[in-house]
């Protein structure tokens, strides 16, 4: 049998008709193609606010019935015409229950859900057209279970193998993300971008050869574009530096996509849909024997919060407490440095209220200091350390290490301009590369 390819698929590509033909030339090969669809572009924003406004609602099901048929022509009439109705049926059925009762979660949930139905039944009839053997599959359907009740974190791995039945998934199957069954058998869906994840759990049940993100992005670049860096995609990244990069500032993966890949060693790719042709995607797989420094992630405006105590056990003990509750609470600590009494954690602007409250809760007086920003220097090495301190003892900036781990370096820093700082070690890092490559 030949290797198995999973191929995801969101929004970005599904904007207009033609992207769909891209779809079938991008797919084809000697490979299985098992697609993974997120909703087409919008939608699944029309279907909140229909879930919020009545008025908006009574003509959604015009609309949307609408938008299909122009990326599908003919799907009303085709072989899967009746899969096409009743969706229809049962998005407005969502809404009328929704409209008694707006906080009923199942309505809710089925709403969401008719948006990867809809986008699964297009993107298949489409398909055909272009001569693969393709037909949509709901995600519940194949036995993809959630492990939560209406609102999930990750596809249930364990009892999703125990009900899918791999040898159904034959021709070209068209399978909808982001939501499944949860555990009360109800649909469940997942966080938003949960559709990536889908794709890398169904590859790790099916034992895929790989799975590539089809995205409007080239792959990952070494600083996100949003601070004004023109920076290239990295080539390579470990599963950890992955997930590093993509709990600090990386918008194009979330840690969950990276989990399910990482004990099959299954490779993940992303690529650019209109690229597909053009050597330049960013490959996750597993370590390397070379460590390089390749990327920074910014988390903006963290804050620390410095406690001691003069017994030092008594110090130890109120950490494991205070670690404790903010774990029981949701609370994310970035960093954490301590000392013989003495101890800093570093949290987000976002999460400041609640970590204050809990030490409050313990009567803990904590010393507050604004950062800047927390650096995540993704392969960092001890020499690059030293380099970039040294870098920096010229400058405005002051820098305090945080810890350091096989897949990358935080480090809160100080100063005025974050974008300025960024800037130079986007410089240092490219000249890291090019003193690599000469080497070689």
């Known amino acids: 049998m030949n290797a198995r390819i999973v191929h995801k698929f969101g929004g970005s590509c599904l904007r207009e008709p033609d992207d769909i033909e891209k779809i079938a030339e991008v797919i084809r090969g000697d490979n299985q193609a098992i697609l993974v669809v997120s909703a087409l572009w919008g939608t699944t924003d029309r279907l909140y606010r229909a879930a919020r406004d009545p008025g908006y609602a009574s003509r959604l099901v015009q609309d949307l019935s609408k938008q299909h048929l122009r990326f599908a022509p003919g799907l009303d009439s085709s072989k899967n015409a009746h899969l096409f109705s009743m969706v229809l049926h049962n998005l407005k059925e969502a809404l009328s229950m929704l409209a008694q009762d707006p906080q009923d979660r199942s309505a809710l949930n089925n709403l969401l859900a008719s948006g990867e139905r809809l986008s699964a039944l297009v993107v298949a009839h489409r398909l055909q057209e272009y001569g693969y053997d393709a037909y949509p599959l709901g995600a519940e359907d194949i036995g993809i279970t959630l492990d939560g009740n209406y609102q999930a974190n990750h596809v249930d791995l364990q009892a999703s193998s125990t009900k899918l039945n791999r040898d159904t998934l034959h021709g070209t199957p068209v399978i909808t993300g982001w939501f499944g069954e949860g555990q009360n058998k109800d649909i469940a869906i997942l966080s938003r971008g949960g559709s990536d994840h889908s794709a890398t759990a169904i590859a ?61 060693e299954i ?56 670690l404790g509750e903010l774990a029981q609470n949701e609370v994310h600590w970035w960093g954490l440095e301590s000392r013989l009494g003495d101890s800093r954690l570093i949290v987000s602007q976002h999460d400041i209220h609640r970590a204050a409250s809990i030490f409050d809760r313990f009567d803990i007086k904590a010393n507050h200091h604004h950062h800047l920003g927390l650096l995540s220097l993704i392969g960092c090495k001890e020499s690059d350390m030293s380099a970039i301190d040294a870098l920096f003892k010229s400058t405005e900036y002051e820098l305090t290490w945080l810890n350091n781990t096989n897949s990358a370096a935080r480090v809160a820093i100080d100063g005025e301009d974050l974008s300025q700082a960024l800037h130079i070690l986007h410089e240092f890092i490219l000249e ?3 003193s690599i490559v000469q080497k070689n």
Not at 244 to 258: K, Q, R, W, Y
Not at 297 to 304: K, T
Request: charged share 20%.
């Open 204 to 264: 790790h049940l099916i034992e895929a050869e790989r799975v590539i993100l089809w995205k409007d992005v080239p792959g990952i670049f070494r600083i996100n574009p949003r601070w004004g860096i023109r920076s290239n995609t990295m080539p390579y990244l470990t599963y950890q530096e992955a997930i590093e990069l993509s709990l600090m500032d990386t918008p194009v993966l979330h840690p969950s996509t990276i989990e399910p890949l990482i004990e099959p």
């Open 432 to 434: 890291r590369s090019r």
């Open 267 to 322: 490779q993940l790719e992303v690529r650019h849909l209109y690229h597909a042709n053009v050597d330049q995607k960013t490959v996750i797989g597993p370590a390397t024997l070379q460590k390089q420094l390749k990327a920074v992630g910014c988390l903006p405006n963290v804050i620390s919060l410095g406690f001691s105590h003069h017994h030092v056990d008594s110090h130890q003990r109120q950490l494991v407490k205070i």
